[in-house]
């Protein structure tokens, strides 16, 4: 039988049989004792414990359980039936509310699981197949309906999409993506049907990295809730203690039989693994994967944090941060003539032009004549224009810089900046200027895993030494390694985790032999990075810094809840033993009283779902209040035909 099917039958059958035996005692019938009822009724709660505790016995473990079976037994030996019925009601409805706690600590996990995409719409010959997820190929062209799931990690062919990835990142709001982008499989379309290529199979796509953490989360034991077993099982010699002493103390064995109910902690021990599971449940809602509990209680106690700079502090890309115009010029109409040309080119820098003019909803031209130079830039014809961009060579020669552009020039002189010339007709018209920016978040982040405890931040980095001392100095860092290989990166890690518990994030291939050397690892997984996500403990799925602090805080605030549920559980039922001991606790008082020590300590365990706190400051800033609106989206499903798309 199921085991929470059969945990439900014995708190029915203790429940009917307590009931059953109240009534036969208020009506006074002769032939049947109310006392073998109870006693009947407690029977199978005491066989199928004692054959539980016998199993845990066979593979090596020991369970406070005894405790419940020592007391029901002498209940039962002492004629306390009434006393023995009561404690099998508590037992029984002990474990059956476990069961109902961890299913409400693991509703979220399962829910990622349950949702996973099955089916994808492949082109063929004959137009459009249906097929099994497991069937797409990499290269594979898939029609993705409104409301419907992702089916695989791919590339999107079409203009544009809206996607709702809050299942997946945390994200409330959908998210406008571009032709070239990269898609995550299970983020949902918010918008109408597109088309995608596909450029993972499904096993290897996001999405099912994340089924498979899941998994993870919920078999794996924290060293904390195993430290809480160990500290449990000592209550067992210490109870038939208290007891003995009570009972010579008094005479009576009624007094020893209280202090054996008292101490019965039947569903106290699990508030450490209910809250645990609670706290990755609630990291997984916010787009942080956390593998396993143990991960979760390692990162409850770092104390210093190691960064890597491109990609993580920054945003490893180029980004433009300012134009330069000339006199009877204007900046938008640059950047679309320059997004433009752009389209023909193949260097590094064009897909970040080309994105960053359509998301400034600019009309791009299709350009005409292009010739490129190699490593210097592109020539060519917009609309009715020459346009040349690139270096200051190709598009000046030896001219000098007019007037209006040497003051960016001087500004830039010395910095790890990229600028890009425009000229129009042969004259030059704008300078724009990319750099690899700070992330937004990076600062708050900082300021955030300083406030939560973190006593040292020390950024881990292969660029040189002046880059990276101006990007420490924005963000107050304790300490900058540059010049650094992968190698070094390990040695650093391992130096810093020697002296306090350590965290390292980064992003890149190169930063996973870093992330599996710390003491927890946290991969910034928003753009790949395959190795950096297997070598972490922690995966951060969203493109922001911000998470790693939210991690942090979730972590802390988990450890404390399941440290308070075992601390105040064991305090409060080693009062009632000394007060049953004293001849104050009747025996079923006392069931009664530690069942609700039992309820209150696993109720604040299931505190680790919530945050009030990170809710109310995400709505402050405007990120949830249309998270509702965005979750509604999952359920959103309207009829399209491929038919109605002009690629099938």
């Known amino acids: 039988m199921n085991e929470p099917v059969l945990r439900r039958a014995l708190l029915a059958i ?6 059953f035996g109240i009534g036969v005692w208020q009506s006074g019938i002769g032939s049947i004792q109310p006392d073998a009822i109870w006693t009947a009724a407690t029977l199978p709660v005491v066989v199928t414990l004692a054959i539980s505790i016998l199993r845990d016995f066979w593979i090596g473990r020991i369970g406070v359980d005894a405790i419940a079976l020592v007391s029901m037994s002498a209940a039962l030996l002492l004629g306390q039936s009434l006393a023995a019925i009561v404690i099998a009601i508590m037992y029984a409805g002990g474990t059956v509310l476990e069961d109902l706690a961890r299913g409400r600590a693991e509703r979220n996990l399962r829910a990622l699981t349950d949702r996973a995409p099955r089916v994808a719409h492949r082109k063929s010959e004959d137009g459009k ?81 994340i089924v498979r953490m899941v998994a993870a989360a919920q078999t794996a034991k924290a060293p904390f809730i195993r430290i809480a077993d160990r500290f449990a099982l000592l209550l067992l010699p210490v109870t ?41 449940s609630r990291a997984a809602r916010a787009g942080i994967l956390m593998k396993g509990s143990t991960a979760l209680e390692a990162l409850a106690q770092i104390r210093t944090a190691i960064f890597d700079k491109t990609g993580t502090l920054t945003i490893g890309g180029a980004e433009l941060i300012e134009i330069d115009v000339a006199p009877n010029q204007e900046a938008d109409e640059l950047l679309r003539l320059l997004a433009s040309l752009e ?26 004549d292009v010739r490129e130079h190699r490593g210097e830039g592109l020539e060519g014809r917009i609309d009715q224009l020459s346009v040349a961009a690139g270096s200051r060579s190709l598009v000046l020669g030896d001219r000098s810089l007019p007037q209006w552009a040497k003051s960016g020039e001087e500004r830039y002189r010395n910095a790890q900046a990229l600028r890009v010339f425009l000229a129009l007709d042969g004259e030059l018209a704008g300078i724009f200027t990319f750099e690899d920016a700070i992330r937004e978040d990076a600062r708050d982040t900082v300021r955030g895993l300083r406030s939560a405890g973190v006593a040292r931040m020390v950024m881990l980095t292969g660029d040189d030494g002046t880059t990276a001392e101006k990007i420490s100095a924005s963000l107050d860092l304790d300490a900058v390694i540059a010049d650094a290989t992968p190698a070094d ?35 910034m997984a928003a753009r790949g990075g395959t190795a950096s996500s297997e070598a972490a403990d922690v995966v951060v799925l969203t493109d922001r810094l911000q998470p790693v602090a939210d991690a942090l805080r979730i972590a802390r605030r988990t450890r404390g809840i399941a440290l308070q549920s075992i601390v105040a559980g064991l305090a409060l039922s080693g009062a009632a033993m000394i007060s049953a001991a004293l001849g104050h606790i009747t025996p079923v008082a006392g069931a009664l009283l530690q069942e609700g020590i039992d309820v209150a300590v696993i109720l604040n365990a299931l505190r680790a779902l919530g945050d009030w706190h990170f809710e109310h400051i995400r709505s402050e800033k405007g990120e949830g209040h249309d998270a509702g609106k965005a979750g509604g989206l999952h359920q959103m499903q309207r009829d399209q035909s491929p038919a109605a798309h002009p690629k099938w």
């Open 489 to 523: 990166k390990v040695a650093t890690v391992e130096a810093e985790k020697a002296m306090a518990p350590t965290m390292m994030v980064g992003d890149g291939i190169n930063d996973a032999p870093a992330l599996a050397a710390a003491t927890v690892g946290i991969a």
């Open 240 to 280: 038939l203690l208290v007891a003995g002493i009570a009972w010579y103390l008094s005479g009576d064995p009624i007094r020893a039989l209280a202090v054996l109910v008292v101490a019965t902690p039947c569903p106290l021990i699990l508030a450490a693994p209910v809250a645990f599971i609670g706290g990755v």
């Open 129 to 209: 197949e249906t097929v099994p997820v497991d069937q797409v190929a990499v290269g594979d062209e898939l029609l993705v309906r409104a409301g419907e799931l992702l089916p695989v990690d791919g590339i999107l062919i079409d203009d544009s999409a809206l996607l709702d990835e809050s299942a997946v990142i945390g994200e409330p709001l959908p998210e406008r993506r571009s032709a070239g982008d990269a898609l995550r499989s299970g983020t949902v379309n918010a918008g109408e049907a597109f088309v995608m290529q596909a450029s993972a199979v499904a096993d290897k796509s996001t999405y099912a990295a």
């Open 14 to 19: 203790a429940i009917l049989g307590l009931g």
């Open 343 to 368: 389209q023909a080119s193949h260097h590094v820098l064009a897909d970040s032009i080309v994105h960053t003019a359509r998301r400034r909803n600019l009309v791009l031209s299709r350009p005409r």
